[in-house]
C-alpha cells in the first residue's frame, strides 16, 4: 500500500494493535525480577503510579506526534516542524528499532524453538519424571546455543513469519493479527493464573508478591519502576508515533493511552500472579530472572504438574503471541518511513526491511555461541545492541518526544489532538502537558543514568 492512507477500522484494532507492540517478552521475564529485587508490591505500586505519571503523558505525546502529523516516524517530524532540526529524534526513533529487531528476532525466534519442542516432546526427553533438574534444561539451552544452527533456523522462521504478516498491510496483515492474538494472549494469561492459585501453598506466592517491604522503598525502586513502565509501554522506539499515524481522527486519545496502559499493567499483574505462586508452591527460589526464569524455572514448574507437555504448550505458545505481535510492530516502523518518504510499495518495503535482518539477526544468533569470541567493549555482539539500544537510544528518543512536544510545538497543538480539536473533554490537559514537558523527561533521564553510571 502506498502512502499513509491505511488506517485501523475499529476501536478494538486501535487498542489490540497497540497493546500488542508494547506487550513483548521484557513484560514476561523482565517485571517478576523487578519485582523480586525492590520490594514486592512496593515496586507494583512504584510501577503503578510511573505508568500514571510517565507512561501515559509521554504515550500521548507520542500519540499526539503520529496521529496528528499522519505520517511515519522520521516524516512527523519534517511534516509538522519542517524548518527545525527535531527530525534528528526521528531518524534515532527509526534506528533504534532496527537494531532492536536485530537481537529480538533471535529471542522470538528461541521461543518458537521452545514451542515446538513442546509440541514434540523434546522438551522432557530425558528428564525423569518428578525430577525436573535445573542442569537438565540448562544443558538443553547451551547445547542449543553452542551448535548455532537452531536458533539462526528459528530466527528465520520468525522473520519470515513477520514478513508473511506485514506484507498484507496494516488492516488485513497488523490489524487482523491483533484482534485474533490479544484476546487469546489474555485467555492462556486467564486459564495458567487459576491454575497457579489453586497450587498447594499458592496463597505464599501471592503474600510475596502483594504484600509490600517498606523496607526497600528508596530511590532505587523508583528509578527501577520508571525503566520498567518505559520498557513495557514501548516509549521512545517510534512504534506509538507510527501506530498512531493509522488512528482514525475520531479516535479518543487519552482514553487510548490510558485503555493500553492498563492492559499492559494488567499482563504484567498476571505474569506476576502466575510465576510467584507456582515458584513459592515448589519451592523453586532465586530463579525468576530473565530467560532462567522462562527456559529453566517454568519447564521444571511443568514437570511437576499433571500433562506438563500441555503446559509448556500453551506458555510458549503465549510467548510466541508476545513476541509475534512486538517484532510486527518494530518491523513496522522502518517499513512505514520506507513507504511513506520514498513511495515505496509495500511488499518491496518489507523485503528491504527484514530479508537484511537474516544476516544480521544470524550474527547475533552466533555471537551467543561459536561467535561468542567476538566482543565490542567487552561484551558479545547481541549483549552490545541490547546494552546500546536500551541505555542510550531509546531514552534519548524518548526524552526528545517530550521536548519536542512541550517546547518545540506551540501548546495549542498537544491541546488540540488529545481533545479532538474540542470534541473530547479531557479536563487533565495541562497536568499531563506539564508532565510531558518537564516531569516525564527528568525521570527518564534519572533512570537511565543510574542504569548507565551507577549499575
Request: proline fraction near 5%; aromatic fraction near 14%; include cysteine.
Amino acid at each position: 500500500m502506498m502512502g499513509q492512507k491505511a488506517t485501523f477500522t475499529s476501536k478494538l484494532g486501535v487498542i489490540a494493535a497497540t497493546v500488542g507492540s508494547a506487550v513483548g517478552l521484557g513484560t514476561v521475564w523482565r517485571f517478576p525480577n523487578e519485582v523480586q529485587s525492590n520490594g514486592g508490591s512496593v515496586f507494583l505500586i512504584t510501577y503503578l503510579l510511573c505508568v500514571l505519571l510517565v507512561g501515559i503523558p509521554v504515550m500521548l505525546a507520542e500519540f499526539s506526534v503520529g496521529r496528528g502529523s499522519g505520517s511515519d516516524a522520521i516524516g512527523a517530524y519534517r511534516k509538522l516542524t519542517p524548518l527545525r532540526p527535531w527530525w534528528i529524534v526521528g531518524v534515532i526513533s527509526v534506528l533504534a528499532p532496527y537494531l532492536i529487531m536485530m537481537y529480538y528476532m533471535v529471542v522470538a525466534g528461541w521461543t518458537l524453538q521452545y514451542l515446538w519442542m513442546s509440541l514434540s516432546g523434546a522438551l522432557f526427553d530425558g528428564v525423569g519424571s518428578g525430577a525436573a533438574e535445573p542442569e537438565a534444561f540448562q544443558a538443553i539451552m547451551r547445547h542449543s546455543l553452542a551448535e548455532g544452527w537452531q536458533p539462526v533456523f528459528w530466527t528465520a522462521v520468525m522473520i519470515v513469519v513477520n514478513l508473511l504478516v506485514l506484507m498484507r498491510g496494516v488492516q488485513k496483515g497488523i490489524e487482523r493479527m491483533a484482534n485474533t492474538l490479544m484476546p487469546l494472549l489474555f485467555v492462556i494469561l486467564l486459564v495458567f493464573c487459576v491454575v497457579s492459585l489453586n497450587l498447594p501453598d499458592a496463597i505464599d506466592g501471592v503474600e510475596y508478591f502483594l504484600r509490600p517491604d517498606w523496607s526497600k522503598l528508596d530511590g532505587g525502586v523508583l528509578i527501577s519502576a520508571v525503566g520498567q513502565a518505559f520498557f513495557s509501554l514501548s516509549l521512545g522506539m517510534g512504534i506509538l508515533v507510527t501506530y498512531s499515524s493509522y488512528f482514525p481522527k475520531s479516535t479518543n486519545l487519552p482514553r487510548t493511552a490510558t485503555t493500553v496502559s492498563m492492559l499492559v499493567f494488567m499482563v504484567a499483574v498476571l505474569m506476576g500472579l502466575i510465576i510467584f505462586p507456582a515458584v513459592k508452591s515448589f519451592g523453586i527460589e532465586g530463579s525468576t530472572q530473565g530467560t532462567t526464569l522462562i527456559f529453566v524455572t517454568l519447564p521444571q514448574i511443568f514437570m511437576e504438574l499433571p500433562l506438563p507437555q500441555l503446559w509448556a504448550v500453551l506458555f510458549f505458545g503465549l510467548l510466541v503471541v508476545a513476541a509475534l505481535t512486538s517484532t510486527v510492530s518494530i518491523a513496522e516502523v522502518p517499513i512505514a518511513y520506507l513507504t511513506q518518504t520514498f513511495r515505496m510499495p509495500r511488499r518491496k518495503a518489507c523485503l528491504l526491511t527484514l530479508l537484511p535482518m537474516l544476516v544480521f539477526s544470524t550474527v547475533c544468533a552466533l555471537s551467543l555461541g561459536p561467535w561468542s569470541g567476538v566482543q565490542l567493549f567487552g561484551m558479545t555482539i547481541f549483549d552490545f545492541l541490547d546494552y546500546f539500544t536500551s541505555n542510550i537510544l531509546l531514552p534519548v528518543a524518548a526524552v526528545g518526544v517530550c521536548l519536542y512536544v512541550g517546547y518545540g510545538l506551540p501548546k495549542r497543538f498537544f491541546f488540540k489532538e488529545v481533545s479532538n480539536e474540542g470534541t473530547v473533554k479531557f479536563r487533565y490537559a495541562p497536568l499531563f502537558f506539564w508532565f510531558v514537558r518537564i516531569v516525564a523527561p527528568l525521570m527518564i533521564l534519572a533512570a537511565f543514568a543510574n542504569k548507565l553510571f551507577f549499575e
